[in-house]
């Protein structure tokens, strides 16, 4: 940063005492056809793992997808919590984890396209 109002962001590695999972819930996804339109849903659940022996604060952050044609929609259904910047399809929890402490967050977001469409990257 050139000024002192600027903040620089940084990684300092991986952390193994500390495990993060994401993945999809199939359980929690679908698919519908309605007017022509396919929406699907995704729910995705992130498990954070503390296995040090003193607590830990930390930030999670992760995304959302976002359209950039206006045949595509979507929406953020469950934001799990998070702090949410819908310019960037940003997520962003402050969570703190007790030692051995497990603890999940989930999100859910639906993309509406033309059926004749193929969406990727969802």
Same mark, same amino acid.
């Given at each position: /940063? #050139?000024?002192?109002?600027?903040?620089? $962001?940084?990684? &300092?590695? *991986?952390?193994? %005492?500390?495990? *993060?999972?994401?993945?999809? $819930?199939?359980?929690?996804? +679908?698919?519908?056809? @309605?007017?022509?339109?396919?929406?699907?849903?995704?729910?995705?659940?992130? &498990? $954070? !793992? +503390?296995? %040090?022996?003193?607590? *830990?604060?930390?930030?999670? $952050?992760?995304?959302?997808?976002?359209? !950039?044609?206006?045949? =595509?929609?979507?929406?953020? @259904?469950? #934001?799990?919590?998070?702090?949410?910047?819908?310019?960037?399809?940003?997520?962003?929890?402050?969570?703190?984890?007790? /030692?051995?402490?497990?603890?999940?967050?989930?999100?859910?977001?639906?993309?509406? !396209? /033309?059926?004749? %469409?193929?969406?990727?990257? =969802?």
């Amino acid at each position: /940063p #050139q000024l002192i109002s600027e903040y620089l $962001l940084l990684s &300092m590695g *991986v952390d193994e %005492k500390v495990g *993060v999972k994401r993945y999809k $819930l199939d359980s929690e996804c +679908n698919t519908a056809f @309605i007017s022509g339109k396919k929406t699907e849903t995704f729910t995705w659940e992130i &498990m $954070l !793992h +503390n296995k %040090k022996s003193e607590a *830990v604060t930390l930030s999670l $952050l992760d995304q959302f997808p976002l359209a !950039h044609q206006e045949a =595509i929609e979507i929406e953020l @259904i469950n #934001q799990g919590g998070a702090e949410v910047t819908e310019e960037f399809g940003k997520l962003l929890w402050d969570l703190e984890l007790a /030692p051995n402490e497990i603890k999940k967050v989930q999100f859910t977001y639906s993309v509406k !396209h /033309p059926g004749s %469409k193929r969406v990727a990257g =969802i």
